[in-house]
């Protein structure tokens, strides 16, 4: 069986037990999280916020990028968010790999040309989330009454907070 066939028998599965209740686009909890897209983290368990709490937006390594500062600027502007809060994690694959290996492995991969992407490898795990903090913070665009950062260890599942603005 296709992953696409267990995923339509699992959502199916869902779907029947799916919450009925009436929900709206703004989150509850009026926070927005920035977060890897690593499989080993799952935002919402890690912060025990329940669907409809917050806004959870993902990407290789829960960087402040353009696109994700764009998705904030709708969350808060637009829907309603007041708080941030910034995930990274232990044992990414972005930390200690340079964009040269990166655009490297995926070239060899596609067979396409990947130098100029930047994936923002990086060094240093807390300079970099205060980094991404410090994007979000320093952006008049994001009016957000508090901005947190976490690192997320993928061992033991437990958050340590690295940065708060």
Excluded: K, Q, W
């Excluded at 409809?52 to 937006?57: P, S, T």
């Excluded at 998705?71 to 910034?86: D, H, Y």
């Excluded at 100029?116 to 009454?145: G, K, M």
Aim: proline content about 4%; charged content about 25%; overall charge negative.
């Amino acid at each position: 069986m296709s992953f696409r066939d267990e995923a339509i028998a699992a959502n199916d599965a869902y779907a029947r037990s799916f919450p009925r209740a009436e929900r709206t686009a703004p989150p509850t909890r009026r926070v927005a999280v920035l977060a890897c897209m690593d499989a080993r983290l799952r935002p919402e368990e890690a912060l025990g916020l329940a669907l409809g709490e917050a806004h959870v937006i993902r990407n290789a390594g829960g960087r402040a990028t353009g696109d994700a500062v764009r998705s904030l600027m709708l969350s808060s502007a637009v829907l309603g968010t007041r708080e941030a809060v910034v995930i990274h994690h232990t044992d990414c694959g972005l930390l200690g790999a340079t964009d040269e290996e990166l655009r490297s492995i995926v070239s060899e991969a596609t067979g396409e040309d990947a130098s100029t992407v930047d994936f923002l490898a990086f060094e240093d795990a807390d300079r970099t989330l205060a980094a991404d903090v410090e994007t979000i913070v320093s952006d008049p665009r994001l009016p957000f009454t508090e901005v947190t950062g976490f690192i997320f260890d993928v061992e033991t599942g437990a958050l340590r907070e690295a940065r708060s603005v």
